[in-house]
């Protein structure tokens, strides 16, 4: 089992909709947790971290679930420029005592005019 | 903001040969910077951790003899992909943690084309 599971998508939806990913984790020991952006062949951007009381920044809404090990990302009215892959990430301690990002294989999204 | 920064941005090399790749933190320093691989439509796979003043540390999987790593400042880590294949060529993503934000940046990336 993977470490971080997203649906690949796409997700293709006219502007304006609302969209929401999900994301599970397995290790129960993971510490934080975020949502990052990719674009076409570019590096992955922070968008935002996830909570266990949930977090929202403007169109964008984050939860976190412990219990259950899942992880939510919804987008309200989206936009063009909403249209990119969305990666799942948590973190864990190593070995060396130091944090890693585990990254989820990415949710694309394709927002339509 | 905190910047990253990689070169080269892409690459192009003849199978065999030897390339490196320079990560560099613009305005922090940076004693733990990190190695990434992505394949076309992958994750990003963690290759490994560089810790200045020290080793690397390697994931399960991945050759530390073919992939060298140096971290010889607080600002730059280098990793370099010795004997290159044509199987190694992927996008080459590097971060470094700004422990005064506790926080993580990522470098542009570097794509490598092995012919």
């Known amino acids: 089992r993977k470490e971080v599971e997203q649906d690949p998508g796409p997700f293709n939806v006219p502007e304006g909709a609302t969209v929401a990913f999900n994301c599970t984790y397995s290790?129960?020991?993971?510490?934080?947790f975020f949502w990052y952006r990719q674009d076409c062949r570019k590096e992955p951007k922070l968008l935002m971290s996830?909570?266990?009381s949930g977090n929202e920044d403007g169109r964008f809404t984050a939860q976190l679930n412990r219990a259950s090990q899942y992880i939510s990302l919804l987008i309200r009215d989206s936009k063009l420029s909403d249209s990119a892959t969305y990666l799942c990430v948590v973190t864990r301690f190593m070995d060396t005592g130091r944090r890693a990002l585990t990254f989820g294989s990415g949710t694309r999204l394709q927002v339509q005019p | 903001g905190a910047v990253v920064s990689q070169h080269p941005s892409r690459v192009i090399c003849k199978s065999g040969t030897s390339v490196k790749i320079e990560c560099r933190s613009l305005?922090?320093?940076?004693?733990?910077m990190f190695w990434y691989r992505q394949f076309p439509k992958q994750s990003l796979m963690l290759m490994a951790t560089s810790n200045e003043g020290s080793k690397a540390t390697y994931e399960q999987g991945v050759e530390k003899d073919k992939f060298l790593i140096n971290h010889a400042s607080l600002t730059l880590s280098t990793l370099t992909v010795t004997s290159a294949h044509p199987e190694d060529s992927s996008f080459y993503i590097c971060s470094a943690r700004d422990q005064g934000r506790d926080t993580q940046y990522f470098g542009p990336g570097t794509r490598l084309t092995v012919l």
């Open positions: 290790n129960s020991a993971s510490q934080s």
């Open positions: 996830v909570y266990s």
């Open positions: 305005d922090f320093q940076a004693t733990t």
